[in-house]
């Protein structure tokens, strides 16, 4: 069954696939409660620890997994430096989601031909260890940035799995060090999120900060650059990556470089329209559009002061504060006295944190 298994999804143009009898991740328990005690952790993690560790707590019948991952943004290149801001290329083309759980079902709709079998396919929204499921199917060995580095794959990979009634032996596994001393992801990630010997802080994470809606510190803000959702730059750096990102593509990634201006006014309606099609569109106009506040300070925008200056007066008291930074890193000057002048219309928590940016100053 397992020699089908892979033989199914090769034809299916899934290169990468691994089988995975470990089901249960206790071993993980004192490294998660440390990230945890340690602040490390992010919100969009599952918040009961012990839920995690068992694929049985998310499908009682699971005997074995069957891992796979889909390769992207091959031949891409990061944007020139421009006006524009810019998303991750994990949300190029359609939304990954979509398409790793389309294959998977695909995958278990032909492997049924040959066995019947219950399953429950899985791409990144389970409360499941994702890439421990996958790199105990094979799939890969951790880098120090935290992501799963595949022997041929490299680290731009997508991770899909089915979790399964199916009694099959798992993949033989022998992790490995990929990185040695290599620490080119260490010094090269903006807020220095990655740690020396290898993990990550999740709240420190440029991607995360992207995504988040709790407050960003001030400190934090700078590093964002111009990244409206995700971050690449750990994995274009990778030496690991070099080959792929190397290749020659027919891709148009400069759809990933988007109108600041526009998400300032965009609707709904229009943001579904434009950009519903991507992974980085689960996150909301709002938050985008907070990003391109921030992104517009980074890049000292200042024909873009006046349409900020407006968004001073919008009633989502979060815009407001991520305005007024952005207008104090463009002018600061101007932005110091609009900013004092409006202090008297602001309600107590907007007007502690103009406050605050003005101590700064």
């Known amino acids: 069954m397992k020699q089908i298994i892979k033989e199914v999804a090769n034809k299916l143009g899934i290169d990468t696939v691994g089988i995975n009898s470990c089901i249960d991740y206790s071993y993980l328990r004192e490294f998660l409660l440390k990230r945890k005690i340690n602040k490390e952790d992010c919100e969009f993690e599952e918040v009961n620890i012990d839920k995690r560790l068992r694929a049985r707590n998310l499908f009682p019948e699971c005997k074995s997994i069957i891992a796979i991952g889909i390769p992207y943004g091959r031949g891409y290149r990061l944007p020139a430096f421009t006006g524009k801001g810019l998303l ?3 949300s190029f083309g359609e939304d990954y989601h979509k398409r790793i759980k389309r294959l998977l079902n695909k995958l278990a709709e ?3 031909k040959y066995l019947s079998f219950k399953y429950v396919d899985c791409v990144d929204t389970s409360f499941l260890i994702d890439k421990e499921v996958c790199r105990t199917a094979g799939l890969g060995d951790y880098g120090k940035n935290s992501l799963l580095i595949n022997k041929y794959q490299g680290s731009f990979i ?8 199916l009694e099959i032996e798992g993949d033989t596994i022998e992790s490995k060090d990929v990185c040695g001393n290599c620490n080119i992801c260490v ?8 740690f020396p010997e290898g993990g990550i802080n999740a709240r420190k994470c440029i991607s995360y900060l992207t995504q988040t809606k709790n407050y960003i510190p001030l400190n934090y803000r700078e590093k964002m650059g111009r990244q ?17 990102l190397n290749e020659e593509t ?11 201006e526009e998400l300032l006014s965009i609707s709904n309606k229009d943001f579904v329209k434009r950009y519903g099609h991507t992974a980085g569109s689960w996150r909301g106009k709002n938050i985008w559009k907070r990003n391109a506040i921030i992104s517009m300070g980074n890049l000292k925008l200042k024909s873009m002061f006046p349409l900020l200056k407006y968004e001073l007066s919008n009633p989502s008291e979060m815009i407001k504060i991520y305005t007024a930074w952005s207008l104090l890193e463009i002018d600061r000057n101007s932005a110091k006295d609009i900013l004092f002048n409006d202090l008297k219309y602001e309600n107590e928590s907007v007007k502690k944190e103009y406050l605050k940016l003005l101590e700064s100053i």
């Open 110 to 112: 032909e492997l049924n």
């Open 250 to 260: 027919n891709n148009d990634y400069s759809t990933l470089s988007v109108d600041l």
């Open 158 to 165: 997508n991770l899909g799995y089915l979790l399964t009634d």
């Open 88 to 90: 991750s290329v994990s």
């Open 228 to 244: 409206i959702y995700g971050c690449d730059i750990c994995q274009l750096v990778c030496p690991k990556n070099k080959e792929f």
């Open 187 to 194: 010094i090269s990630c903006p807020n220095g999120a990655i």
